[in-house]
C-alpha cells in the first residue's frame, strides 16, 4: 500500500487551491490599480508567481491520478473504481475523466492552458480576465479538495483510500492494509477510441 503517493497528491490539490485564490486577489489588486492609475507592478508580479505555482501544482495532480490510474494502485478509490488489470492504455486515459474528481481536474487543467495564453499574448487583459479566471480556478480546485472544515465537507478527494470511502466493510477490522487484486473496471459504454478523445476536443 503506497500512501506516499497520495499525500502527495492531496498536497498538490491545497496548494492549487491557495494559489489559485492568492492569484486571483493578486489580479483583482492589480486591475483595481490600474484602473486608479497606480503604476505599482507588485500585485501583478505576485498574482503571475501564484498562478505559475497553480499551474505547477495542478500538472503534478494530473501526474499523481494518472499514476495511480496506471500503476493499478487499487488502495485508491478512484484506481478500483474506474479501472482494471486488463484495460489497454488508451482506456485509461478514458479512466482519467470518467468519475466526477477527474472531470473537474481536466476542466482545471485546460484552463490552466488558456491562462498561460492569456498571459503570454494579451498582457494588456491579463489582470482584469485572470483576476475571473483564477477565482474561477479556485472555486473548480475546490471541488476536488475533499477536506472537512467543521461539519462541511468541501469537494470530493481523488485520492480518497479504499478503506475510508467503504469504511463499513468487515475486510478493515481483519486486514487494515487490504488492496484488491483487480479493479472495477471501466464502463463498458467509454471503452470506446471516440470517449478517448471526445473530452479533450471539447475544449
Not at 127 to 140: E, G, N, R, T
Request: aromatic residues 16%; charged residues 10%; neutral net charge.
Amino acid at each position: 500500500m503506497n500512501l506516499f503517493i497520495g499525500n502527495f497528491g492531496q498536497a498538490s490539490v491545497i496548494v492549487a487551491f491557495v494559489a489559485a485564490a492568492v492569484a486571483a486577489y493578486g489580479y483583482f489588486q492589480a486591475a483595481r490599480g490600474r484602473a486608479l492609475g497606480d503604476a505599482d507592478r507588485g500585485w501583478l508580479r505576485l498574482a503571475r508567481g501564484a498562478f505559475f505555482v497553480h499551474g505547477a501544482a495542478v500538472l503534478l495532480v494530473v501526474g499523481t491520478l494518472f499514476n495511480i490510474i496506471h500503476a493499478h494502485r487499487y488502495e485508491y478509490y478512484y484506481a478500483w473504481a474506474h479501472s482494471s488489470n486488463h484495460l489497454p492504455v488508451h482506456f485509461m486515459i478514458s479512466c482519467f475523466w470518467e468519475g466526477q474528481e477527474g472531470s473537474f481536474l481536466l476542466w482545471i487543467f485546460w484552463h490552466v492552458l488558456i491562462g498561460l495564453g492569456i498571459m503570454k499574448f494579451n498582457r494588456q487583459w491579463e489582470a482584469p480576465v485572470l483576476a475571473v479566471f483564477a477565482a474561477v480556478q479556485a472555486f473548480l480546485v475546490s471541488m476536488i479538495l475533499g477536506v472537512v472544515v467543521g461539519t462541511t465537507k468541501i469537494g470530493s478527494s481523488p485520492f480518497i483510500l479504499m478503506r475510508e470511502f467503504m469504511s463499513d466493510l468487515p475486510v478493515w477490522k481483519t486486514q487494515p492494509d487490504f488492496v484488491p487484486k483487480d479493479g472495477n473496471g471501466l464502463n463498458a459504454l467509454l471503452q470506446n477510441y471516440w470517449m478517448v478523445i471526445h473530452p479533450p476536443t471539447l475544449f
